[in-house]
């Protein structure tokens, strides 16, 4: 148990009630929506993209805060996206301003978790969500406030739209497209490897059709710049065997088991390149095994105390991509999933304890974990943050002396 912008900041003061939906580390969250005036928004414990609420000032202990875990308590993946990316970024000094933010189509799961690696370096863009044609309230807010600084890696980009046309007026955009889920993932996958000068040798693979196996890809690939492609349940597509076929001797990790990614599929892909499987025998599994996995410089290894960790409910696939950048900057740590909002799975309470910190004399000498908890209580319950505190917590190591 031991262990450069168009415009200026203008915007902000315009919009600085986004400033409220950040769960920021004084654990005060506010409304997400763009809508409301003066910037005079009450905070509040949860907000979707499209509500500010309103009404007597409210602490938001413990929901938005415990003393191991921070709540950014959207109540949908575009509030949630704003108020990490402002977490991430305050804005508040230039050097704490983007270069680029990511917009990605929140309607299609997969564009989000694709555009993931382009969170990290050499880029380092949260992701922000369109909502078909438009820019939500949320979104709008949290660019205005951003004033990405422009991306020198991505053309000078101040906003790199991926799988929607949206229109982002006042910024220069960049646009990756594809006509598939697949295409498009190898399309954001040459647009990262143009930015770092050189490919990944490591590339994931997912079902595009499940979602709950392919989540925790977001947050690694935003750490390190090993891109998600997508493979469907009786092949390899073809842009995604192109995309392996630019890596020489491609690793290639497959992420879920048998059910999710056949075998067939599998040696298909051992045509490609060395493949290795990563697997859990449910979502919840899935992405213990993928935080504990480690295979050279490939993996989280997170088999120890003193780590960032990130929770959120597997029925919220986009929640991953909006929480990518938590898991590229800060405290740096994988995507843990629930499958049901009220309940702390057994397995994840046992890989908690497993790395739950120790001391022996003094804490100030030991290392700590945190949680960050992605949605508000219709994705985690209160009991259940309050649960995952408590594992977090450090606790007296009796030597037995």
């Known amino acids: 148990m031991i262990g450069e912008g168009s415009g200026n900041l203008s915007g902000y003061a315009r919009h600085v009630r986004i400033r409220w939906a950040v769960v920021a580390l004084c654990a005060v969250v506010a ?6 005036g003066d ?30 875990t921070t709540r950014v308590a959207g109540g949908d993946a575009i509030a949630d996206a704003a108020a990490i990316a402002l977490a991430t970024y305050p804005a508040r000094t230039p050097e704490s301003r983007p270069a680029a933010v990511i917009l990605a189509e929140v309607r299609d799961w997969r564009t989000g978790l694709a555009a993931s690696v382009l969170v990290g370096r050499p880029i380092g863009a949260p992701v922000l969500f369109a909502d078909g044609d438009r820019l939500p309230d949320a979104t709008k807010a949290a660019l205005d406030a951003l004033q990405p600084k422009g991306s020198k890696e991505a053309g000078g980009a101040q906003v790199i739209r991926v799988g929607t046309k949206a229109p982002v007026e006042g910024f220069k955009t960049t646009d990756v497209t594809g006509a598939s889920p697949a ?29 709950e196996y392919a989540l925790p890809a977001a947050g690694y690939a935003a750490k390190t710049g090993v891109p998600l492609l997508w493979v469907s349940g009786d092949g390899v597509p073809a842009e ?49 095994a993928f935080a504990r996995y480690s295979d050279g410089d490939f993996g989280w290894s997170i088999v120890d105390p003193g780590h960032g960790l990130v929770f959120a409910n597997a029925r919220r696939p986009q929640d991953a991509a909006a929480a990518a950048p938590l898991s590229a900057s800060g405290t740096y740590g994988p995507l843990l999933l629930i499958a049901d909002a009220g309940v702390l799975p057994e397995p994840l309470q046992n890989f908690l304890l497993d790395i739950q910190p120790g001391y022996d004399a003094d804490p100030v000498r030991g290392v700590y974990n945190h949680g960050w908890i992605i949605g508000d209580e219709s994705a985690i319950a209160a009991a259940v943050q309050a649960r995952i505190d408590t594992l977090l917590e450090i606790q007296p190591v009796d030597t037995g002396a």
């Open 183 to 211: 295409a498009l993932a190898a399309a954001v996958d040459r647009v990262r490897t143009s930015a770092a000068g050189t490919s990944s040798p490591s590339v994931m693979v997912a079902n595009l059709d499940r979602p």
């Open 31 to 36: 409304g997400c929506g763009g809508k409301g």
């Open 240 to 288: 995604t065997a192109a995309a392996i076929k630019t890596r020489r001797r491609a690793r290639i990790y497959v992420l879920g088991p048998a059910e999710s990614v056949s075998d067939a599929v599998v040696g298909s892909l051992e045509k490609l390149g060395t493949v290795k499987r990563v697997s859990g025998n449910d979502p919840v599994g899935n992405a213990i």
């Open 39 to 68: 910037g005079s928004a009450t905070p509040s414990s949860t907000a979707s993209s499209s509500e500010v609420s309103a009404g007597a000032p409210t602490l938001g202990f413990p929901v938005v805060a415990t003393k191991n």
